[in-house]
T-cell receptor, first 113, second 109 residues
Framework: ETGVTQTPRHLVMGMTNKKSLKCEQHLGHNAMYWYKQSAKKPLELMFVYNFKEQTENNSVPSRFSPECPNSSHLFLHLHTLQPEDSALYLC????????????FGPGTRLLVL | GENVEQHPSTLSVQEGDSAVIKCTYSDSASNYFPWYKQELGKGPQLIIDIRSNVGEKKDQRIAVTLNKTAKHFSLHITETQPEDSAVYFCAAAARQLTFGSGTQLTVLP
């Protein structure tokens, strides 16, 4: 495995629910990322944290709220999602940002009903 | 921002044949070009990468070539095996990684 774990692996939620996705990296990296992967589309970068500071927010709707309490943990809080938010959510980490190699977790498959 | 185009979107080859996947990018500041393999139910895994000071890199059956002038790079897989079947993504990085849309490779036994 890559050293990046994600929980849960699968999640079904209604549009009025609140849930959180968790990511943990065991690689000693300083940067962590959230990506959204939808069918037939490129991976979409959502958020970037470098040394616990958010350095990128790619115009993501406010119903997605990230949290990075330390360099090893990253959360994505979800509330009032829409069916079109159903996708695979991938977490990744790298030693630094930018041109560093990113290592991905297995993803959380999210279904919004 | 960076734009990465990847072709083909699907590719079927006979076992033992070679497979080639091509990508173009738009930002001349990009200096890092990784390739990822994603199997069903898993996250993308890095298989090879190249930086702009190198034109070609090889790792056993996998090779990547880079043409910075033309802004394109390619993945070559030789002697393909059924376990090579997966989705392959190219990416280019200037400030952040931008991914191509993926190629579904099927190796037919």
């Amino acid at each position: 495995e890559t050293g990046v774990t994600q929980t849960p692996r699968h999640l079904v939620m209604g549009m009025t629910n609140k849930k959180s996705l968790k990511c943990e990296q065991h690689l000693g990296h300083n940067a962590m990322y959230w990506y959204k992967q939808s069918a037939k589309k490129p991976l979409e970068l959502m958020f970037v944290y470098n040394f616990k500071e958010q350095t990128e927010n790619n115009s993501v709707p406010s119903r997605f709220s990230p949290e990075c309490p330390n360099s090893s943990h990253l959360f994505l809080h979800l509330h009032t999602l829409q069916p079109e938010d159903s996708a695979l959510y991938l977490c990744a980490s790298s030693q630094g940002g930018g041109e560093e190699t990113q290592y991905f977790g297995p993803g959380t498959r999210l279904l919004v009903l | 921002g960076e734009n990465v185009e990847q072709h083909p979107s699907t590719l079927s080859v006979q076992e033992g044949d070679s497979a080639v996947i091509k990508c173009t990018y738009s930002d001349s500041a990009s200096n890092y070009f990784p390739w990822y393999k994603q199997e069903l139910g898993k996250g993308p895994q890095l298989i090879i990468d190249i930086r702009s000071n190198v034109g070609e890199k090889k790792d056993q059956r996998i090779a990547v070539t880079l043409n910075k002038t033309a802004k394109h790079f390619s993945l070559h897989i030789t002697e393909t095996q059924p376990e090579d079947s997966a989705v392959y993504f190219c990416a280019a990085a200037a400030r952040q990684l931008t991914f191509g849309s993926g190629t579904q490779l099927t190796v037919l036994p």
